[in-house]
């Protein structure tokens, strides 16, 4: 008969828990943490490509930012951060990686219900990079629906802090499917678009590039994109956009840590502008790739273990 081990139900990876390093296969968490039985965390997820963080900093600055607005702030220095973040990364083998650091509110030794009572706890791990849209896809480009499911409202969870609240997003994903789309942008209560799971929406209108200003978490790849556009002087309006609007765009696009720049060609099966890869589109997507090389947006993997 065939033996499996933990090790074959896994990605390749690596993961810091209880302050060390183990394999990802072996990392555990106690079922009576808050994280787990709340979703009480919070979490960022940070790219290495060809052995290079990308805008590493930022992401920290967002971590740090998160966990304090949930009174559970990371105990842990950025210069260690960045040691534990690389260390997962370079003792994984990965060259590519999506590397992932999260805060819980921990437990409590009594099983208190007062959040106060427990141990804040502290996790990372690397694992392969993955994509929203695969590099072989990207001149076909995605085709999203526009969900029925709202986004959570930003005075019930405050999607600036990047959280784990996604039965919204996730249902939003099977609506999609449901209708024969690959993925689904959401809305907030007057059907403006906000976000998908795990990225932010771009729509390009008269040369214009606009994206939500609130209601949506304030990615770093749309961070980028804004400064990239500087760049280009494309303008860039920060503003709610109706579902109309969107229809109308020439050109619409996602952004995520998590593939970075991918074109949405067809919204509910029909084509936003020519239905393909546009130019303003492909020449961000461009400059975001170079940037992963540029001193300024990027630090290798063995100059943070140096
Ligand atoms: N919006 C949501 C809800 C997300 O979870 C994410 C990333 O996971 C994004 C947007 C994109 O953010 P970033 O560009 O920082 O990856």
Redesign the pocket.
């Known amino acids: 008969c065939e033996i499996f081990y933990m090790k074959d139900f896994f990605p390749k990876g690596v993961a810091w828990v209880n302050s060390e390093f183990v394999d990802i296969s072996e990392a555990h968490i106690p079922i009576l943490d808050w994280g787990f039985l709340r979703s009480d965390a919070t979490y960022?997820?940070v790219h290495v490509w060809k052995g290079r963080f990308f805008l590493l900093d930022k992401?920290i600055d967002?971590f740090f930012m998160s966990s304090k607005k949930l009174k559970m702030p990371c105990e842990i220095s950025r210069h260690k951060l960045k040691k534990i973040l690389a260390g997962c990364v370079k003792q994984s083998g990965l060259e590519n990686a999506y590397v992932e650091m999260i805060q819980t509110r921990g437990m409590s030794p009594t099983f208190d219900r007062d959040p106060r009572k427990s141990n804040p706890r502290f996790i990372a791990f690397a694992v392969p990079f993955g994509w929203i849209l695969k590099p072989e896809d990207i001149e076909i480009g995605l085709d999203a629906a526009v969900t029925k499911i709202k986004r959570i409202p930003p005075n019930s969870v405050d999607?600036t802090i990047?959280n784990y609240h996604w039965l919204d997003?996730v249902s939003g994903m099977f609506e999609a499917y449901d209708r024969g789309h690959q993925t689904g942008i959401l809305v907030d209560e007057k059907n403006n678009i906000l976000?998908?799971?795990?990225?932010?929406i771009f729509s390009l209108n008269k040369n214009v590039l606009m994206t939500p200003k609130k209601g949506?978490?304030q990615?770093?790849?749309?961070?980028?994109v804004i400064d990239i556009a500087k760049e280009l002087r494309l303008p860039v309006k920060l503003e709610s956009i109706s579902i109309k609007k969107l229809m109308s765009s020439s050109e619409i696009f996602a952004?995520?840590?998590?593939g970075g720049i991918m074109p949405i060609t067809k919204i509910d099966g029909k084509k936003i502008g020519l239905g393909n890869f546009g130019e303003t589109t492909r020449k961000l997507y461009k400059i975001y790739w170079e940037k992963h090389f540029d001193l300024d947006w990027s630090l290798s993997v063995e100059e943070i273990l140096k």
């Open positions: 960022d997820v992401h967002r999607p990047k997003l976000e998908g799971p795990g990225f932010n949506v978490l990615g770093i790849t749309r961070g980028a952004t995520s840590t998590a």
